[in-house]
């Protein structure tokens, strides 16, 4: 696999593709096989199984929000929860972190986490953010293990690009 670390400049400029959903036709198969499972399965809503599924694919799918990382479509979709279904413990400094991080990845909710657990910031929050790691390293792994005809481009990227 080629890295940017053996990128090697040719030309005076660069075009990038993101891939999901606008090459690959992966976006639908990733959040309703992946994500919203996965979501409901670490903050354990089997019981609004239905309805939190519908509006987590609204939120990151069919709805002017479509494409929003990851951590900030979560942050939506457990408010509502929240709101309509049961407690999420540290919603609020969750919700706030997707607000004020510089970065919204695994490595930077790990920190959130740990800052959280150790009383240095987001207080209270660490239940929230220990699962919202859980939930995006179990998202990863099942991306990672979907069948690989489910991951295809467009029709004619490949001429197009």
Not at 15 to 40: E, R, W, Y
């Amino acid at each position: 696999m080629i890295t940017l670390a053996d990128f090697r400049r040719r030309k005076e400029f660069l075009i990038c593709v993101d891939s999901d959903g606008c090459a690959m036709d992966t976006m639908d198969i990733k959040h309703v096989q992946c994500f919203g499972p996965s979501m409901v399965e670490v903050w354990g809503l089997e019981r609004w199984k239905e309805e939190v599924l519908k509006r987590w694919n609204e939120i990151n799918l069919y709805t002017i929000t479509r494409g929003i990382n990851r951590f900030k479509g979560l942050a939506m979709a457990l408010e509502e929860i929240n709101r309509k279904y049961c407690s999420i413990d540290g919603i609020d400094e969750f919700v706030r972190w997707t607000g004020e991080a510089q970065e919204l990845s695994n490595s930077a909710v790990k920190l959130a986490w740990e800052k959280a657990a150790e009383g240095l910031a987001y207080s209270g929050g660490e239940t929230c953010f220990g699962k919202a790691l859980e939930w995006s390293e179990k998202v990863n792994d099942g991306i990672n293990g979907l069948d690989r005809d489910l991951k295809k481009s467009f029709a004619y990227v490949r001429e197009t690009l």
